[in-house]
């Protein structure tokens, strides 16, 4: 589908996916044009890259166009999806496009509900730090790079294998990762079967002499590295918990910093102790996924762990927004019952913390529902609970559990401090208003509850200097 000297435009361009795709294409070589309804960070950059952004959908943007892709958040009367057929372009999907992108490379997948993105960028930066040049696709913009795509010559092509629209069973890898599998995504799958189904076919991908990493710790992950290593297919395992594993890691240390550092083990041999910056068994685990593939890329664990050590994270993935009047604001993605779990435990482990307040967004009344229960009792961490409105999308409200009888059921779950807060505003000056010197206010979303962040760090900032 791809030959030099096109002209590709992208509908939707302004989202973390279609941009990334956007800078690779860029970074080969061809031009690159696209449209999204509003701008931001992400457009910004693309222009800057040399790529012709508009805002707003029109049926004349496509025109001159060669190929056109789509997000998977666009419908088929988009007006420029309408014109492209009408005169005859090839319309594709963001699945479609990226095992093209992948071709005559070592294409390396790594897919789960939870930690992807992390383990991806993880991944990215250890193989730049060892020398190894890879192409890449990240699903967040990396700390190191400030980017969230780039263009390597050495061979590799590293994605964050999202499930959602079954985007992940486009890809061409050579070796794949699964960190986790848990029921979301219920406007896609509306049962975990469904979801499995698609892992199960994710992992069909590999060749037989293909690689898969899988959590021992997950039961999912685990029941599909031990299929694949039955049928006499290679399979590496890493966890925490889980003796057998092939790659281990022992003696967590959260530090006053928020890292942790930790031994590891590979094959019951001790390799060494490692630090990360960012916090928790979860990026552990993370961690020994990318140094499960990296051992088998032949980079040696020296070059792996100096790598980690340095690693600075992803934007809203554990992301300090900064801190002011003695509280700290971090900013995190997580939007499911256990990313919220695992982040809450991770930043309450650490050394001479105050109060810790979780401040949740919900995302889409769907996952609200379906995950009601296990959200009442992800909060546990936390000695304070605010509860934003729902930032709900790609759905049609309808009557049924709402944001307030969230705090409700946190509350029942025996949660001593769990209230409704509302708005954004609302909710940032409960926070001024309330939290101490001391105090980590964690933001847990993937909306735009990071304004809250803005406004409290602003006022307290301003009220230190007063």
């Known amino acids: 589908m791809l030959s030099p000297g096109q002209r590709i435009h992208i509908i939707g361009v302004g989202g973390f996916g279609m941009s990334a795709i956007a800078r690779v294409l860029l970074q080969q070589g061809y031009a690159v044009s696209g449209s999204d309804l509003r701008a931001n960070d992400l457009t910004h950059s693309l222009v800057q890259a040399g790529a012709a952004v508009q805002q707003g959908h029109a049926a004349a943007n496509v025109r001159g166009a060669d190929l056109v892709i789509a997000s998977s958040a666009v419908p088929d009367d988009n007006p420029e999806i309408v014109a492209a057929r009408a005169a005859g372009m090839p319309v594709l999907r963001r699945r479609d496009i990226l095992g093209e992108l992948m071709a005559l490379q070592t294409g390396i997948a790594i897919a789960g509900t939870h930690g992807k993105t992390t383990t991806t960028a993880l991944m990215v930066h250890t193989l730049i730090e060892a020398g190894r040049d890879p192409t890449y696709i990240v699903g967040g913009v990396m700390q190191n790079t400030g980017d969230n795509a780039g263009v390597g010559q050495g061979g590799l092509f590293v994605i964050e294998a999202d499930e959602y629209d079954h985007m992940f069973l486009g890809l061409r890898p050579r070796i794949a990762v699964v960190t986790n599998i848990e029921h979301d995504h219920p406007d896609c799958f509306p049962t975990l079967e469904n ?20 959590c021992a710790d997950d039961p999912a992950a685990s029941a599909l590295g031990q299929d694949r290593r039955g049928a006499g297919k290679p399979g590496v395992s890493y966890g925490l918990d889980s ?131 296990a959200f009442a009792a992800a909060f546990e961490a936390a000695d304070h609970v605010l509860i934003t409105d729902v930032y709900s999308v790609r759905e049609q409200h309808t009557p049924g559990l709402e944001a307030p009888d969230m705090a409700d059921r946190i509350r029942a779950n025996g949660h001593p401090d769990a209230q409704y807060s509302g708005s ?22 993937a909306g735009d509850a990071p304004r809250i962040g803005q406004d409290v760090l602003a006022a307290l900032d301003g009220e230190r200097d007063t």
């Open 195 to 214: 979801l499995l189904a698609d892992f199960r076919a994710f992992v069909a991908l590999l060749p037989d002499d293909g690689l898969l990493v899988a």
């Open 243 to 373: 003796p057998g594993a092939d790659w281990r890691a022992s003696g967590l240390e959260p530090d006053a910093a928020g890292g942790i550092r930790f031994c590891v083990a590979h094959a019951d041999q001790p390799l060494g102790r490692v630090r990360l910056n960012q916090p928790g068994r979860h990026n552990v685990l993370n961690a020994l996924a990318v140094l499960a593939v990296a051992g088998h890329l032949g980079v040696p664990f020296d070059r792996s762990a100096a790598a980690f050590d340095s690693f600075l994270g992803t934007q809203r993935r554990s992301e300090i927004m900064g801190q002011a009047g003695g509280v700290t604001v971090i900013n995190d993605y997580a939007h499911h019952p256990t990313a919220i779990r695992v982040t809450l435990a991770a930043h309450r482990a650490r050394p001479g913390l105050g109060d810790l307040w979780a401040v949740w967004q919900p995302h889409t009344y769907g996952r609200l529902r379906l995950l009601a229960d």
């Open 424 to 445: 954004l505003a609302e909710t940032a000056r409960l926070l001024i208003e309330r939290a101490r010197p001391g105090d980590l206010i964690v933001l847990l979303s």
